[in-house]
């Protein structure tokens, strides 16, 4: 009662400042909860649409057992329903929506449990719901050898998914830097981007060609030219594993991501040009090895259009990613002193927004 009372307080408030002229103040706070409230539904409603090996789309509920109990797990919960019932349709939707409600749940109704904060309880309990549901629905069918492969692996990828989601969504809700990501975070994130792409490579922008593996390759493309060999490759294989996912399962989308990856990593720091043309070139080999096998060209229409976009990204952004992208050995003994005292800096505020909000 009296946090409805307050609410309608700052509303009756808000509406004599605007019929009065006076300056309608925002709350900072406010705004940023209202920006995480935001990308919570966002990435659910997207995570929801990637599926692996055509029927399994584990993702949007792993989002919401990652996302808690709170309003950025409400606004998780409605993304994920909103996505499955109209990207997956309501047969295929209403099992993860219903899987996504009962991990929502749980975590509302037990939400002052010490267990269920630690990091990975949330995501083991998405699994075990996924697996519950998922098991109703596939009795009904049948249990072939492969069903229950596809199956366990779902639960694995439920699991992981959760936990990657979670390493990434509660630092940002708490307010603190990314800037230098530790490597579990680094995995996260590439994980997110993965699954992200997932989503979008089943949206078409002219016959075959896919806007997720055209982002896939900018991504690629932008990894390898700033962190070089390793960071090329290893996104590079991770981007085309997900995109094999999301087809047909079969790795042809690891082999010519993650070697065009490689490729263009040897010409780290220099033009950028020339990492597009090499990523080209080696993409435009994988495609004739695999004439026979799987590729089709549009491939090397997507590895065209990729090329374009990371070849028309600002290169701020770029130089920062390849600060994320940089292991410390590498980095000076100034940049280590400043991130140091960011980070302590950032715990100072950390601590005064938390007294502000108690």
């Known amino acids: 009662m009296q946090a409805k009372e307050t609410v309608q ?11 009065t002229g006076e300056k309608v103040s925002v709350d900072a706070t406010a705004l940023l909860r209202f920006a995480d409230t935001a990308i919570h539904f966002l990435l ?64 509302f109704a037990f939400y002052d449990m010490k267990l269920l904060r630690r990091p990975w309880a949330m995501p083991l309990i998405a699994g075990l719901i996924n697996g519950c549901t998922g098991f109703i629905y596939l009795s009904e069918g049948g249990w072939r ?46 994980v997110l981007l993965c699954t992200v792409l997932m989503s979008l490579s089943a949206l078409y922008l002219v016959r075959d060609i896919s806007l997720g593996r055209a982002l896939a390759v900018a991504a690629v ?21 997900s995109m094999d996912l999301a087809a047909n399962g079969i790795p042809l989308y690891a082999m010519a991501f993650g070697l065009s990856g490689l490729a263009a990593g040897a010409f780290r720091g220099n033009r950028r040009l020339r990492a597009a043309g090499t990523y080209l070139l080696a993409n435009g080999g994988a495609v004739l090895w695999t004439w026979d096998r799987g590729l ?35 980095v000076s003994a100034d940049q280590r002193a400043q991130a140091r005292v960011k980070q302590r800096l950032e715990e100072t505020a950390q601590a005064f927004r938390t007294l502000y909000d108690t």
């Open 296 to 330: 089709s060209l549009a491939v090397l229409y997507e590895a065209l259009l990729g090329a374009a976009i990371f070849l028309l990204l600002p290169e701020c952004p770029l130089r920062r990613l390849g600060t994320w992208l940089a292991p410390e050995g590498n």
């Open 9 to 19: 307080a700052r509303w009756n408030r808000l509406r004599r400042q605007r019929g």
């Open 145 to 190: 050898t492969v069903d229950v492969i596809y199956f366990l692996t779902e639960l694995a990828l439920t699991v992981a998914a959760g936990w990657c989601y979670r390493q990434l969504l509660v630092p940002m809700r708490a307010g603190r830097g990314v800037e230098l990501l530790s490597p579990g975070r680094r995995a996260s994130l590439t």
């Open 44 to 107: 659910a409603a997207v995570l929801a649409g990637a599926s692996v090996f055509g029927d399994y789309a584990p993702f949007g509920v792993a989002l919401v057992g990652a996302a808690g109990s709170g309003v950025c797990g409400a606004a998780a919960l409605v993304g994920a329903c909103f996505g499955y019932m109209v990207l997956l349709g309501f047969a295929d939707g209403l099992r993860y929506a219903a899987a996504a409600i009962l991990t929502f749940a749980v975590s």
């Open 221 to 241: 493309l932008a990894a390898a030219w700033q962190g070089g060999i390793a960071a090329g490759a290893v996104l590079g294989m991770a981007a085309g594993l």
